[in-house]
């Protein structure tokens, strides 16, 4: 089992960076594929970023490719991060952490664990 709790949302100014952090515990969290993603008001929930259990592969939807960074830390903490630049207001959501085992999957019922999540807004 793993457990997920989010941590660093907030409100920012178009333009402006974040940096989300999952923190993770269990046992099966350094061999676990993480993700993030986020749902927007009254939209489902979707797919932003994922990494693979060893953080050499990343892979981001097109809406966030090249402004966001997912990285993780095994070694340490057992956290997964989410460093966002150039936010737009169209990032404002809440943003999930999730976890599975296997490979990396892109939609939302293929993973088996989630954190509560961590509100985003940007204002323009």
């Known amino acids: 089992q793993v457990q997920l709790v989010e941590s660093g949302g907030g409100l920012v100014q178009a333009g402006g960076s974040l940096r989300l952090s999952c923190a993770a515990s269990?046992?099966?969290?350094?061999?676990?594929?993480m993700a993030w993603f986020r749902q927007a008001p009254g939209k489902e929930r979707e797919f932003a970023a994922a990494?693979?259990?060893?953080?050499?592969?990343?892979?981001y939807s097109d809406s966030v490719k090249g402004r966001f960074t997912i990285s993780r830390d095994n070694a340490k903490n057992n956290t997964v991060y989410l460093q966002m630049n150039s936010l737009k207001p169209e990032d404002t959501a809440v943003y999930y952490c999730?976890?599975?085992?296997?490979?990396?999957?892109?939609?939302?019922?293929?993973?088996?664990?989630w954190g509560q999540g961590t509100q985003v807004t940007v204002s323009s």
């Open positions: 999730a976890a599975r085992r296997g490979r990396i999957k892109y939609r939302l019922y293929e993973y088996d664990y």
């Open positions: 269990g046992r099966t969290f350094r061999t676990s594929i």
């Open positions: 990494i693979s259990w060893s953080g050499d592969s990343t892979y």
